[in-house]
């Protein structure tokens, strides 16, 4: 006598618990990425950007990706020291082992 093969399930019971997985993981995961998604700005419109400080909004061409902002005040005014790409990134890749 041959074994007896398991009852096949159905169609039904596989989408049942595939949504139960998916709806765990999703509901475990929704908190850590809403607030990962908050930290870096993805949910706020580029129209909600206020400058608080009462000077215009300054752009620096020729530069992008800026970090490590510094205001330094002197007695002949204001100097601001940044870190930035320019338009060649090639001495970016220099910082980089090789």
Same mark, same amino acid.
């Given at each position: 006598?041959?074994?007896?093969?398991?009852?096949?399930?159905?169609?039904? !019971? $596989? %989408? =049942?618990v595939t949504l139960f997985v998916l709806t !765990? $993981? %999703? =509901?475990?995961?929704?908190?850590?990425?809403?607030?990962?998604a908050e930290v870096l700005g993805l949910t706020r419109p580029l129209s909600s950007i206020?400058?608080?400080h009462g000077h215009e909004l300054k752009v620096i061409t020729g530069t992008r990706m800026c970090e490590d902002l510094h205001l330094h005040t002197?007695?002949?005014?204001?100097?601001?020291?940044?870190?930035?790409?320019?338009?060649?990134?090639?001495?970016?890749?220099?910082?980089?082992?090789?």
């Open positions: 006598m041959p074994p007896a093969s398991p009852p096949a399930r159905s169609n039904s !019971t $596989v %989408i =049942a !765990t $993981v %999703i =509901a475990l995961l929704y908190s850590p990425l809403k607030l990962r206020k400058n608080i002197t007695s002949s005014g204001q100097v601001l020291i940044t870190a930035c790409e320019g338009e060649n990134n090639e001495a970016r890749w220099k910082w980089f082992p090789g």
